[in-house]
């Protein structure tokens, strides 16, 4: 073996991806290519998915600038008045909560939380195309799928203050909410767990011969773990009814987006390998999210396997009140995106179509803070992290087996239980 | 009742819960077609189709979330790593998932899944085919471990293990899975048909999880074994002379102190046997539980005998694990202490 001739080969070096821009810099992000809303084509569910390999690259979207819904994926809606003043209300309500539950953090009343701002489209959206016994397999920044499906806020505030009415019995970290009844899996803090155990729900569906779906959930970071290419090799292998959702909101924690995707051209692109139909969405336009969403949901009813969805969005507020954005990215880059505010831009199109109005829309506002400041009153009645009222640590010992085997109960007779 | 292989009495145990209720679904590498290496599922895609029993692509981490969700479904899956070494991969779904999703949902989802792993050595497998984690399952609250010694307690135990609401680890020691072993690698392997616990009854019945069994009556000692080190303890009991008593643990958690502690105060001295490494073993849970319970009936300190602390030598097998003239002697010495 003759060593490489160094004249002909220099010496290696790595490379580490950076973003475009770091603080003091000018927010740049000329490099998103938006194609222009209702110009991306709809293909019937049933299509095959070598012909539809474009979808990866672009981004469905349907409110354009004049907030009129324009396009195929708008025409294949069939959504009433109705239903899109609920879904304003859900987002506005999803957005109003995380600024109450945020201060209630800073006033040390729980211990922990995140917020969804700039997000709230793709999870109050998506639920609207679920149907009762269908389940999610959310992280934690999916609370709007809760919210949309009517769980009550009060006991998404007494899992936040870990008080004697927390579902979780105090036993989870706050927003790891979980309700079985309303689809929503219990949330685990290691990432990407859930999203091969969505796929292995929609399996069992499969197997049954049920027709309810599941829908799993990850981050734009922790696509880069080995769980979710698992997910993707068992769902495409078994053509599972799964919604396979990844949210691209560019930042996993201060680690932009750039290092999770890799050499990949989007998110999306990684179903491409699989033979999995992979769509990318803007997920900041409630539409273009529900209408996507619903077409993947078909599919899966169908019979037709999983789909992947690329939410492209921002995280407007930090990754948790314990993090500081400000340390690793422009100050004005959440401004700066150009996918704007997915409330405004729904609260534009009700405008346009006249059944909503500046007016009515400040009033929804305080209705909601009003709503929100009541249930957060009761929650508060019954306890917060340090005050009132908490499950008791005898509950600690309980749900560790079905039946309390001997060691345990020892253990519980030990602590004074 | 037949004879039947250990093999032979878990395949018997899925038959019998497959046959019986249409939401125990099995998959694994290679256990729908071919019926798994080791051949344990064989015929069982064939009688119950392959949507009950498949094979899956070489991901075990996606075999047991795949597994976990099923299960949150209604399922019951019982799930095959082909070889315990492989459970690493799969580790955070069962550390982190499996164990915890009953505790951290407040009982609203809860996850009835069987894990079988063929494990330890003695088959010549090498470093990456001979292993036995259960110290790393054991110290896992959420989960049950069961580790067989024979067909008859292989297919009750596992039939209780499916019907279980709680995820269990079902350890299977591939030493045992033709015949009994009495750590002589060079003699005869005797057949489980012409052994009494070869003997395994027909149709359904289950082996309670969390209760052992006193395999040999004795007065001068107690040894604590399972699995494979069942059957070296026994040729070594009588290797050494030594009147001890053998309990065969079947499940390391829960664990049956009572029948251990009922030994233990009888004869006063313990010898505890594993095939895995010694440092943070299983047996020094076993020590430190009898010193606590028995500590006033002790006459000698509880001893250990276990595998070194190596990975296992592939050439070298025959001098890594304990034999019974290891344990023999470790006999010997625990009685002779005043």
Not at chain 1, 166 to 186: A, I, K, T, W
Not at chain 1, 213 to 227: F, K, Q, V
Not at chain 2, 93 to 108: D, F, T
Request: proline fraction near 7%.
């Amino acid at each position: 073996m003759q060593r490489p001739d160094p004249d002909e080969y220099p010496p290696l070096s790595l490379v580490v991806p950076e973003p475009e821009v770091r603080p003091g810099g000018q927010p740049d992000f000329s490099h998103v290519a938006i194609p222009r809303a209702g110009t991306v084509r709809r293909p019937d569910v049933d299509a095959d998915p070598e012909g539809i390999r474009d979808l990866a690259f672009t981004i469905i979207r349907v409110l354009n600038r004049e907030g009129q819904a324009v396009g195929p994926w708008a025409e294949g809606l069939d959504i009433t008045p109705e239903e899109l003043l609920a879904g304003l209300r859900h987002m506005m309500t999803l957005r109003i909560y995380d600024a109450r539950m945020l201060n209630a953090q800073r006033q040390q009343k729980t211990s922990f939380y995140m917020q969804h701002l700039g997000e709230e489209a793709i999870s109050c959206a998506f639920q609207r195309a679920l149907a009762p016994g269908d389940m999610n397999f959310p992280t934690y920044r999916q609370a709007g799928l809760l919210i949309a499906a009517g769980y009550p806020l009060s006991s998404m505030m007494n899992q936040i203050f870990s008080n004697a009415e927390d579902p979780m019995l105090g036993r989870q970290l706050p927003v790891c909410y979980s309700s079985r009844e309303h689809g929503f899996f219990s949330i685990s803090g290691n990432l990407a767990t859930q999203f091969i155990q969505a796929v292995g729900w929609a399996m069992a569906s499969a197997i049954s011969g049920d027709c309810k779906i599941s829908a799993a959930w990850i981050g734009d970071g922790s696509t880069a773990e080995s769980d979710f290419h698992a997910a993707l090799v068992f769902a495409s292998t078994y053509k599972a009814p799964v919604v396979l959702n990844i949210v691209n909101n560019q930042w996993a924690i201060s680690t932009f987006q750039g290092i999770a995707r890799g050499g990949a051209g989007t998110f999306a692109a990684r179903g491409l390998g699989f033979g999995i139909p992979s769509l990318r969405v803007d997920g900041n336009d409630y539409l273009a999210v529900l209408a996507v969403a619903k077409w993947a949901a078909e599919r899966a009813r169908r019979n037709l396997g999983p789909t992947l969805v690329e939410y492209v969005t921002y995280r407007a507020g930090g990754h948790s009140t314990s993090d500081d954005p400000s340390a690793y990215r422009p100050a004005e880059e959440s401004t700066a995106w150009p996918l704007g505010d997915p409330i405004l831009r729904l609260k534009n199109h009700l405008i346009a179509l006249g059944i909503w109005s500046d007016e009515r829309h400040q009033q929804a506002e305080a209705e909601i803070l009003a709503e929100i400041t009541e249930a957060q009153k009761r929650a508060e009645a019954i306890g917060t992290l340090h005050h009132g009222q908490h499950p008791s640590p005898a509950g600690m010992f309980e749900d560790v087996y079905a039946e309390m085997p001997p060691h345990l109960l020892k253990q519980r007779h030990e602590a004074g239980f | 009742m037949a004879r039947m292989t250990m093999i032979e009495a878990i395949r018997d145990a899925l038959d019998v819960a497959m046959g019986a209720d249409p939401s125990v679904v099995v998959f694994g590498e290679d256990v729908g077609y071919f019926g798994g290496v080791f051949r344990c599922t064989a015929g069982l895609q064939a009688k119950y189709g392959k949507t009950r029993c498949f094979d899956t692509p070489i991901n075990e981490s996606g075999i047991v979330g795949a597994g976990i969700g099923m299960a949150a479904y209604g399922l019951k899956p019982v799930v095959e790593i082909q070889f315990a070494d492989y459970m690493y991969p799969a580790y955070d779904q069962i550390v982190s998932e499996a164990a915890r999703l009953r505790y951290r949902s407040a009982g609203q989802f809860t996850c009835p899944m069987v894990i079988r792993m063929p494990t330890g050595g003695g088959i010549f497998g090498g470093q990456t085919h001979s292993q036995s984690p259960e110290a790393l399952l054991t110290h896992v609250t959420g989960l049950k471990t069961v580790v067989p010694s024979n067909p008859r307690d292989a297919k009750g135990l596992l039939l209780a293990a499916i019907e279980d609401p709680d995820p269990v680890i079902f350890m299977e020691p591939k030493r045992l899975y033709n015949g009994p072993f009495d750590g002589h690698h060079d003699r005869p392997v005797t057949a489980w048909k012409s052994h009494e616990l070869g003997e395994v009854p027909e149709g359904h019945y289950t082996v309670p999880l969390g209760k052992a069994v006193v395999r040999r009556q004795g007065r001068a000692a107690t040894v604590l074994s399972y699995g494979t080190m069942v059957h070296v303890a026994l040729a070594a009991v009588e290797e050494s002379g030594v009147d001890a008593e053998v309990i065969d643990l079947r499940t390391l958690l829960p664990l049956d102190m009572e029948t251990i502690a009922a030994s233990v105060n009888k004869t006063g001295r313990c010898l505890v046997l594993h095939e895995a490494t010694l440092t943070s073993g299983y047996g020094a849970e076993l020590a430190a539980l009898v010193q606590a319970e028995c500590f006033w009936q002790l006459e000698a300190p509880v001893r250990r005998v276990a595998g070194w602390d190596t990975p296992y030598p592939h050439t070298h097998e025959w001098s890594y694990f304990p034999g019974p003239a290891r344990v023999a002697e470790a006999l010997r010495q625990l009685v002779e202490v005043a």
